[in-house]
């Protein structure tokens, strides 16, 4: 059999050094290229042995051969111990039957399981200097402290043979053995509700180790302050040696530790950092470093612990300034060209105590000097003071800013462009779609919006990262949550949200704005508390994450009962607030009663939970919320659906201009009344062409949802024109206008107020390059089945599109020239693809691989072979259907 195990899982990672529970995933994907391959069967099995394994011995589980095209299965072995290793193996049955070989042993570690299991207790430096910075979105000031650097001594037996740490340090730590940084983790743990929990890390810290060790780690600030509810930044790290002969030996956190400040004082998310080198400690996470002068630590409380499992914030990249000017002397604006996150490393040569100041912001002013209207209160200042000896080279730890330009005053010289780079810093998801077409300003859309995307994943989906906001704002995350999915593997990462958003429900089921609840506002307008439900629906969709619909069963039917118990006549008339928001020329939504949108996302909501409900088998509340989702449907064709259309918000007597918002939303869950449904798409599509010369007229919502409802409804070219347009408000617009990433407001605006240029809701467009150009979607959970139908509209003369999922890399690209169309697919292992062949001619043959397949409308004998299915010709396709395996197609005119 033709099939090879190309990735092994557990619980979504390869290798994973800890567990968040004792019941871990398992998946694989497998590689093949033979046609209509699949999985019918899988054994897998568990040792506590690399001996046992490999004499194929599951001692803590076998499941045996079990009957199942699933790609994975969940642990149901014998409990698993804290702190151990264990082995395991997969292998599988194909659709004749033939078993294939064993996989390559994979492994996994569990860490601490369990509470008991932490020997650490939390500490802090006991005195720790403060400093009053700037405010924030809606304060003026508020105490941060100054950094806090930790060290402890220890020794170890001869013969050790592996060790790990697993630390949490709040807000943000860096952590050292030996002198050396370990992991390349950086603004880690992420975000939490650091009254409830906190994320710990685990490293393999084996080769950094000797007999005579010294840990080290630095305490900043990040969102761990009084500001928002908590209070002085704590520690907790445990380390744990084993020998050669199965010895154990912990090193943990206590009052042990040795404390003081340092180089880093001032620090903050918003405020940059402020390090002066001359309060070096050389060596002070060394061994023999003299801490005599160095104070006792205290115990304190602490959250619970949680595995971090999604990918840790890194700096994925770095960027080369393309432009330098003075502006005054002493006085330098450096141009990186882009628009991202992080901060800049610098190398500067000089007099100790010469201080440089680093100013960051997203616009220049017409003089060329820094326009930080933008980034609002937020300092976003970084400065270094020179301890004065050779090239000292400098980058912050504990702040990270939004920006396209930088500011350099104070450099000793005159500084150069190789004198700064920019460091692109984010949580570093791996990448899993790539989208490429011959539309260079959809390329350029696409890119923006990948720069916007990963520049809002700070461990948490943030709304911006520049200002002095970059919260969990959960409209911005669910809106662009598919986008995100289509483009990167987002399941962990939004796992993980998924856990903050359980955490921060209140008794009566209502949830905030902003997750975590940094900011306290309760209850979320619909359109925002839908997040908990809609990403719960797409880690099911798009990664088959059954058990993420489990864990937050009770708490999403809560927040599903809230929504209900906040209704009047099934429709929401009183919690919306924000709607839709952002519509061209506004920010609150203009012509779409907020009523429309709340309403309408309880309907989601309802919906999408009864689904939920019938994927758990749940068949009573399935038919429950499925007939209550019918109620909520009635009412809002009842009260909204009105003779010019659907509700509008008039403004005055002669306004006659519908809201685009209003139509989109019911078109887009088929909600309208059979008979009307022409007649609401009509008064849409008038709209857009006729009174917005096919324009968007829509906030983020509305623009989340029109691509679709265009696209299914046979319009796909107006969606195509709408999408490539240069004049406002389009991207185009912002792109032309100067837009490395996306905007927040659709307008060209240079003052403060709500205008970043790095927002990711309008990014929500991207999926329609994959879903309706390349033509790829998902029409069965887990991407086990697909819809594969190109549309072939304006000037694009090909397009191609990849993503990654967890049954393996599909692939879809296309060409057309004059006389022919190439169409080449890859289906993974165990999936099927229906594919729409767009019939562009009259008279025309099919081809793929060479084998004649159709020849005028006359299907061939050649299907069997070729094990593809012949499923219809329609006016506008030819309708095939082919499981695994790589395929090209090529319809030519005759
Ligand atoms: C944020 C938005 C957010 C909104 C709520 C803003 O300040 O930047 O993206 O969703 O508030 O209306």
Redesign the pocket.
């Known amino acids: 059999m033709a099939t090879c195990f190309k990735n092994m899982y557990c619980n979504y990672s390869t290798t994973p050094l800890a567990l968040k529970n004792g019941r871990p995933k398992f998946s694989w994907v497998i590689e093949s290229d033979k046609r209509r391959s699949k999985q019918t069967a899988f054994q897998l099995i568990v040792s506590s042995s690399p001996d046992l394994m490999e004499e194929n011995r599951g001692d803590m589980w076998d499941t045996q051969k079990v009957e199942s095209g699933g790609n994975y299965c969940y642990y149901e072995g014998k409990e698993l111990e804290s702190f151990q290793r264990y082995y395991w193996k997969v292998r599988v049955w194909d659709e004749d039957g033939n078993a294939s070989e064993w996989s390559n042993a994979s492994c996994f570690e569990t860490g601490p399981l369990e509470k008991k299991d932490w020997k650490a207790q939390w500490i802090a430096k006991k005195d720790l200097k403060t400093f009053e910075s700037g405010g924030d979105?809606d304060t003026e000031s508020y105490k941060q402290y100054y950094a806090s650097f930790f060290r402890k001594s220890f020794e170890l037996q001869n013969g050790a043979k592996s060790a790990r740490a697993y630390i949490s340090g709040l807000g943000f730590y860096e952590l050292y053995l030996n002198g050396k940084k370990i992991g390349n983790n950086v603004l880690d743990p992420g975000q939490t509700e650091y009254s409830k929990e906190a994320l710990y890390s685990a490293y393999d810290i084996t080769d950094y180790l000797s007999l005579k060790n010294c840990v080290g780690v630095i305490l900043g600030n990040g969102r761990y302050i009084e500001r928002y509810g908590y209070s002085k930044p704590r520690l907790i790290l445990q380390i744990l040696v084993e020998y050669e002969d199965g010895n154990k030996e912990f090193v943990f956190t206590d009052n042990s530790w040795k404390s003081s400040h340092g180089p880093i004082q001032e620090n903050g998310i918003y405020y940059g950092e402020k390090y002066d080198a001359r309060l070096e400690m050389p060596g002070w996470n060394t061994y023999h470093f003299d801490d005599t002068n160095w104070e006792e630590t205290e115990i304190v409380s602490g959250p619970d612990l949680r595995y971090q499992d999604m990918p840790p914030i890194r700096v994925t990249r770095v960027l080369k300034p393309q432009k330098m000017y003075s502006i005054e002397p002493g006085v330098y604006i450096y141009d990186f060209g882009q628009n991202f996150t992080g901060w800049v490393r610098i190398a500067v040569k000089g007099p100790g105590g010469t201080e440089v100041r680093i100013r960051h912001s997203e616009l220049v002013n017409k003089d060329g000097t820094l326009n930080t209207a933008t980034i609002r209160k937020a300092e976003a200042t970084d400065t270094y003071i020179l301890k004065g000896e050779g090239l000292e080279a400098y980058e912050p730890r504990f702040t990270y800013h939004g920006f396209r330009y930088i500011e350099v005053a104070g450099f000793p010289t005159v500084p150069t462009i190789e004198s700064v780079e920019g460091c692109f810093v984010h949580t570093d998801v791996e990448k899993a779609g790539d989208f490429y077409c011959s539309n260079e300003l959809i390329n350029r859309i696409h890119n923006n919006i990948l720069w916007g995307q990963l520049s809002n994943l700070h461990s948490i989906p943030t709304?911006?990262p520049q200002?002095d906001?970059r919260?969990g704002?959960m409209?911005?995350a669910q809106l662009s949550a598919e986008e995100a999915i289509y483009n990167f593997d987002m399941n962990l990462f939004y796992e993980n949200y998924l856990q903050e958003i359980k955490l921060s429900q209140k008794e009566d089921g209502s949830i905030p704005?902003v997750v975590p609840a940094y900011i306290k506002i309760y209850p979320a307008?619909p359109a925002?508390g839908s997040a908990y439900i809609t990403l719960a629906w797409y880690l099911y969709e798009y990664y088959k994450n059954e058990q993420v619909l489990k864990d937050h069963f009770d708490s999403m039917k809560k927040y599903v009962e809230f929504l209900k118990n906040n209704s009047e006549d099934n429709l929401i008339k009183k919690l919306g607030?924000?709607g839709d928001?952002c519509p061209p020329g506004a920010i609150s939504p203009k012509k779409t009663p907020v009523e429309v949108t709340s309403s309408w996302y309880y309907y989601n909501d309802v919906y999408l939970f009864s689904r939920i409900c019938e994927v758990l088998g749940k068949e009573d509340e399935a038919r429950y919320y499925s007939e209550l989702s019918e109620k909520i449907k009635n009412s809002f064709n009842k009260h909204f659906l009105k003779k010019y259309g659907y509700e509008t918000r008039m403004f005055g007597p002669v306004d006659r201009l519908i809201s685009q918002t209003s139509q989109i939303l019911p078109l887009y869950y088929e909600m309208v009344p059979g008979d009307k449904k022409e007649f609401v798409l009509e008064r849409l599509i008038d709209n857009i062409v006729e009174h917005q010369d096919s324009h968007v007229d829509t906030g983020?919502v509305g623009t989340r949802y029109l691509f679709d409802v265009l696209s299914e409804n046979d319009h796909a070219d107006l969606a195509f024109k709408i999408i490539t347009q240069e004049s406002y408000p389009s991207w185009g617009y912002m792109i032309k206008e100067g837009a490395t990433t996306v905007w927040?407001r659709w307008e060209k605006l240079e003052a403060g107020g709500?205008n970043?240029q790095n927002?990711i809701?309008l990014g929500s467009v991207d999926t329609w390059f994959y879903k309706y150009l390349v033509g790829l979607s998902l029409t069965k959970p887990g991407w086990e089945e697909v819809k594969v139908k190109p549309h072939l509209i304006g000037d694009v003369s090909f397009a191609s599109g990849k993503v990654k999922t967890v049954k393996g890399e599909f692939l879809v690209s296309w060409e057309k020239a004059e006389t022919a169309f190439k169409l080449s697919i890859f289906i993974p292992f165990g999936c099927e693809a229906n594919i729409f062949i767009p019939r562009l001619w009259k008279e025309y043959v099919l081809n793929e691989s060479g084998t004649l397949l159709i020849d005028n409308g006359k299907k061939q004998d050649n299907f069997q072979e070729s094990k593809i299915k012949f499923e219809g010709i329609e006016e506008d396709s030819i309708i095939l259907n082919a499981g695994s395996g790589q395929y090209y197609f090529e319809l030519k005119s005759k």
């Open positions: 979105y709304d911006c200002r906001e919260f704002w409209g911005d704005d307008d925002w607030k924000f928001w983020i927040e709500m970043s927002h809701m």
